[in-house]
């Protein structure tokens, strides 16, 4: 049973779109929300998180936007670059020392 | 800067042999982790420690016996290893809702 869904699975934008990763949970004591870049041959590192409390939350060309009463998620990367191509995962968690959950990611692909 | 290492970076083993892989780091971080990654599954969590001689079982911990003899240092032993258990091994450390702070990653390959 994966607790953090994501879609799609893989998803190609042309430089300058914006691309839009979901994700949705089923834990309700979920509090936490990071998402995490992963290019090939490397750990996974955060990019953008949010907490429950929030509804929004930007970055620079990165945007969260976060409905509790769906239980969904959506990240949005705005004005995209050749270089944001990587696997984004969504995450979460409801006591963080006990680790993050993790969904099975997005591959994206931004061509020029 | 927060530094994870993670050694060795690639590993081949025989099946039934023993497997050890060291996590290190730098950032006086009292949470550690230990994740897999496989194609379809995602991330998944192995185990964990709140500090220096705590361990703690995470979502699938079957197979593998961790150890945490300091602060720095947090191990994944494979006693018995198996073909399942050939995967990307990552290691975090983390403090508060922070940043998890993720090593390279350690190929392993069970033959």
């Known amino acids: 049973q994966q607790q953090v869904r994501q879609s799609p699975q893989s998803l190609t934008v042309w430089e300058g779109e914006t691309a839009i990763l979901n994700c949705s949970y089923e834990n309700s004591a979920f509090d936490y929300f990071p998402w995490y870049q992963q290019f090939p041959g490397e750990g996974p590192a955060l990019l953008i998180s949010i907490l429950s409390v929030s509804d929004k939350k930007e970055d620079g060309r990165f945007t969260i936007f976060f409905n509790k009463r769906e239980k969904k998620l959506s990240l949005h990367i705005a004005d995209s670059q050749p270089g944001d191509s990587a696997t984004y995962f969504c995450a979460a968690s409801a006591d963080y020392a006990q680790g993050l959950t993790f969904g099975l990611g997005t591959r994206v692909s931004v061509f020029p | 800067e927060a530094a994870v290492t993670q050694s060795p970076r690639n590993k081949v083993a025989v099946t039934g042999g023993k497997v050890t892989l060291s996590c290190n780091q730098t950032?006086?971080?009292?949470?550690m982790y230990w994740y897999r990654q496989d194609t379809g599954h995602g991330l998944r969590l192995i185990h964990y420690s709140y500090g220096a001689g705590s361990t703690e079982k995470g979502d699938i911990p079957d197979g593998y016996k961790a150890s945490r003899p300091s602060q720095e240092n947090f191990s994944l032993i494979l006693e018995l290893a198996t073909p399942s258990q050939t995967s990307v091994y990552f290691c975090?450390?983390?403090?508060?809702?922070?940043?998890?702070?993720f090593g390279a990653g350690t190929r392993l390959s069970v033959l």
């Open positions: 975090a450390s983390g403090q508060g809702q922070n940043t998890l702070y």
């Open positions: 950032n006086n971080h009292n949470n």
